[in-house]
């Protein structure tokens, strides 16, 4: 079993920043690729931004140029750096990975969300 565990949401102004991870726990081999999605209210979950096992990127278009997404092996651990954010980027954000828990099975998770508000 594996656990994907977010923080690093809250509260914050339009045009400000804020920085969300999420960090794996549980029976892990190795991780593959590291997601973030995001749901707002009423509508469905779309992808953010991914990071493959061998470091390629891929973003949204409507927060390229604004978010950034990394990650640190060592710590089991996926960042999404957020600057400039916007009201519609209100949402809840969830962490999403595939995780190796021996060198051949692999299952997909996802963590609980945490909520991100952008308002004055």
């Known amino acids: 079993q594996v656990n994907l565990v977010e923080s690093g949401g809250g509260l914050v102004q339009p045009g400000g920043s804020l920085r969300l991870s999420c960090a794996a726990s549980?029976?892990?081999?190795?991780?593959?690729?590291m997601r973030w999605y995001r749901q707002a209210p009423g509508k469905q979950r779309d992808l953010v931004a991914l990071?493959?096992?061998?470091?390629?990127?891929n973003y949204a278009d409507s927060v390229k140029g604004r978010f950034t997404i990394s990650r640190d092996n060592a710590k089991n651990t996926v960042y999404l750096q957020m600057n400039n954010l916007k009201p519609e980027d209100t949402a809840v954000y969830y962490c999403?990975?595939?995780?190796?828990?021996?060198?051949?099975?692999?299952?997909?998770?996802w963590g609980q969300g945490t909520q991100v508000t952008v308002s004055e």
């Open positions: 549980g029976s892990i081999f190795s991780i593959y690729t």
């Open positions: 990071i493959t096992g061998g470091g390629n990127i």
């Open positions: 999403n990975a595939d995780v190796f828990s021996t060198a051949t099975y692999s299952s997909n998770y």
